[in-house]
């Protein structure tokens, strides 16, 4: 069985209401708690580790941050939080596909704002709206890579699903394709990198972290 999301406690649960509900013969909600156990257990699954040790990162790439697909990619973009002249690449998180975050690049995590408010259909063909005077009331991370340049990222709940977890603070580094949270029944991510990385994707393409590069730094 795959690694799960899921703490010990909802495992503990599900486990007992099953136990309780066979002991007392009553074969139907226990079969129907097993079955939504078992779709839980699947929609919050986690990768293997050795799934990521297919592409060894190198101090100059962006992996991905999700599994998903590239919905679009805009250049020169000015940000309230995250500056000016950035490259903003927006990810889908799909219903049904593992939905973690996985740090693009090694680095230290220098801010994280839990911020909720806004919502965005994540198959929706509308543009994000605009943020360089003011952000969306969503949540938002900084990481400071080796090279003292600032890497934004932002969760932007789905109405079809659920707020994002996160398992980090400000000071904790981590390793590139590192997983830091996740994100109930999927939504939409935005990764925020400097200009002088080179987009190494194209609008619609699916990515996974460990197993396509996003950005270069230009040579």
């Known amino acids: ?58 101090g100059g790439v962006i992996q991905s941050p999700i599994h998903g697909r590239v919905v679009s990619i805009k250049k020169g973009v000015k940000h309230f939080e995250f500056g000016e002249n950035l490259t903003e690449i927006r990810f889908l998180i799909p219903h049904g596909e593992e939905s973690g975050f996985y740090f693009p690049q090694k680095g230290e995590v220098t801010n994280l704002v839990y911020k909720k408010g806004d919502s965005f259909y994540r198959y929706s063909k509308d543009d994000i709206p605009s943020q360089e005077n003011v952000t969306l009331d969503v949540p938002m991370l900084t990481l400071k890579n080796n090279d003292h340049q600032y890497i934004g990222i932002q969760f932007l709940e789905c109405l079809m699903g659920l707020y994002p977890r996160f398992y980090v603070l400000p000071g904790d580094r981590g390793q590139a394709k590192a997983n830091f949270g996740y994100f109930p029944l999927g939504g939409t991510v935005l990764l925020y990198l400097p200009g002088n990385y080179e987009i190494l994707v194209n609008e619609n393409a699916t990515v996974s972290p460990g197993e396509r590069l996003i950005a270069n730094i230009k040579s």
């Open 1 to 58: 069985m795959h690694r799960t999301y899921l703490n010990k406690k909802v495992h503990l649960i599900f486990v007992f209401l099953i136990i309780l509900f066979s002991f007392f013969s009553l074969t139907k909600i226990a079969l129907t708690i097993l079955a939504v156990y078992a779709v839980t257990a699947y929609l919050l699954r986690k990768s293997d580790n050795e799934y990521f040790k297919e592409l060894e990162p190198s």
